[in-house]
Each structure stands twice: as C-alpha cells, then as structure tokens.
C-alpha cells in the first residue's frame, strides 16, 4: 500500500534524529544519509498501521542497517589508504544532534568519535543510544534482541573503553579556543619551541587523506616530532601552492563542538584538523584532508557567515 502524505511525514519527524543517530553510529554524514534513506525504504514496505511506535520501530531499523554497516566498515577499512578518520560536522549542522547535556555533546567529539572505533559494533550501538539519546537499556535491549541486563552490562563496558582512552581531562570551550590560537601564532612563527610547550609529551598528530589527498600513513608521535610537522605544514611554499592550487585561508571555527582549523580554498573547504585540547596541553591533532569527507562541510560553510580567514596558510 503506498504510503500517504501523513506517513511520509511521520517519517520525516524522525529524520533529523535519526540522522544524528547514523552519524554517531558510523562516522560518516554520508553514510549516514544512506542508511536513513534505506530506512525510509523499509518504512515505504511495511504495513505501517500495524506499527504501534513509529519512532521505536524507525530507530530498530536503523541502528540494524548500521551495525551491518559496520561489520562490512571494518573490512573495508582493512584496506584503506593511510589512516581512516571520522568525517567532521561544522558547526549548526543538525546532524550533530542534541547537545543539551555534557554527555550529548561530548558523545559527538571528534576524539570520542576516534575513540568509539575501538568498540563492537554493539557496543557502540548501545553507547550512542543510551549516552547521547537517552534510551532507557529496556528499550536498547528491545533495539538489538539482547536482554535488558546485556544490554547495562555491554554499555558499562563499552563508557569504560571510552574513558580509558580519555586519560586526561579536557577544558572548557574557551580555554580550549585560546590554547588553539596560541598554537596557530606558534605554528606560524617558523619556531619549533613554542609549539612544543603546548603539546603533551605523547602528543601525535593523524591524517586522513584517503589515499585522494597526500597524507602520512602513520601517525606523527612524541610532542618534538609532531612540533615539526606542523612547523612544516604552515610554512609558506611554491610547491604547497602548486599542489594545492592556490593558498588556502585559515580559519578558527568549530567542530563536534570543540575549536577547530579550516582551510578553505575557492570556498572549498580542504582541510579540518580537530585538535584535542586537555589540562595538560594539546594530546593530538586530527586532519581530515579526504576530499569525500569535506564535501558536506564545503555545504555547510557556503550557508555559514565564517568571516574573513587569519591568515593564508601557504
């Protein structure tokens, strides 16, 4: 039976949040669009008089879609080109979703959103769903056909690997802010000593360029090495400037909700490097550079006013 104009917008009440649940889910706006679309497919097939709870029922469905998604990720990723990071979200894009509470917000960081690779694919279900949605584990149990009391006991396991990764403490949102403009007049200044003194001694700095987009495969380690690097990578150059095709403009925005580095070129934006800013300084630096994972964020920044940029990198 087709689906009438009140089916359909039954459905598109539960977008946005179903949306923002694919995107914790899978790293990837992209992806995340598509499996909500599959979703809606489903909801197209099905006899939806007979479904009691809409919202329960779309939210079955698509955390399912993406925890075969996520089997199918990890092969996938076996085989990607240099490192793989999550896809950054600029700031008001509304598939970041609820950020009323620390944990809602904190559950969409780019460094949460890194951690949570390490988890199963349950245990990432159920983290997303109870940390930065709420759903009672009755309900989450119901979700992935396990019991109530597997359901407490895979998201106490799973906030345990989140918090391990997390050793340090992070700081507010604009202590952070100022510790990044420091970093960005240090990075600038030709000098490697002052960006050391903002780095933890194991420091590191990550990129993904996805094999479209020079990028190193392994990880810069150790506050030195990491200094250096970004020494190098704002220093001005014909070659950068060739490769790139022009000089990108700097800018200081936000990210998952914490400070972060644009390069924008033509209105593209080409790059988003997340730092993560603890008490003890600057622990890593995150460069999403993979052109696939920037498309969303040039949409985003051609609706945004972001001002003039502070400096050009190159």
């Not at 946005?16 to 599959?38: F, H, N, T």
């Not at 950020?99 to 809602?104: F, P, R």
């Not at 990432?124 to 309900?139: D, K, Q």
Request: one cysteine or more; aromatic letters at 6%; hydrophobic letters at 45%.
């Amino acid at each position: 039976m087709p689906l009438t104009v009140q089916d359909v917008e039954r459905f598109e009440a539960s977008r946005s949040r179903l949306e923002a649940i694919g995107y914790r889910l899978l790293g990837s706006a992209s992806e995340a669009e598509d499996a909500v679309q599959d979703t809606f497919l489903r909801w197209q097939a099905a006899d939806v008089d007979r479904i009691e709870i809409p919202e329960a029922w779309l939210t079955k469905v698509l955390t399912n879609l993406c925890l075969n998604q996520l089997t199918s990720a990890r092969a996938r990723r076996e085989t990607y080109v240099g490192q793989w990071l999550p896809e950054p979200l600029l700031a008001g894009d509304p598939m970041l979703g609820p950020a009323d509470t620390a944990e809602q917000r904190d559950s969409v960081s780019y460094a949460v959103l890194t951690l949570m690779e390490r988890l199963s694919p349950n245990e990432r279900a159920v983290y997303v769903l109870r940390e930065a949605f709420g759903y009672p584990h009755r309900e989450i149990a119901e979700i992935l056909d396990i019991t109530e009391a597997a359901a407490q006991q895979v998201f106490h396991r799973a906030r345990k690997h989140i918090a391990d990764g997390k050793a340090r403490t992070e700081i507010d949102e604009a202590s952070a802010r100022r510790i990044v403009e420091e970093f960005l007049a240090a990075a600038t200044s030709g000098r490697t000593e002052p960006l050391v003194r903002l780095l933890t001694e194991d420091a590191v700095a990550i990129g993904d360029g996805g094999g479209k987009v020079p990028a190193r495969a392994k990880a810069f380690e150790g506050a030195l090495a990491v200094a250096k690097f970004m020494r190098g990578l704002f220093k001005p150059s014909k070659a950068k400037r060739d490769i790139a095709g022009g000089s990108p403009g700097v800018h200081l925005t936000t990210a998952n909700g914490v400070p972060a580095v644009v390069a924008v070129l033509d209105g593209r934006v080409i790059g988003i490097m997340c730092p993560e800013i603890t008490a003890d300084g600057i622990a890593a630096f995150r460069n999403q550079v993979n052109p696939d994972k920037l498309e969303r964020a040039t949409r985003r920044w051609a609706a945004s006013d972001h001002g003039e940029p502070l400096f050009s990198a190159f």
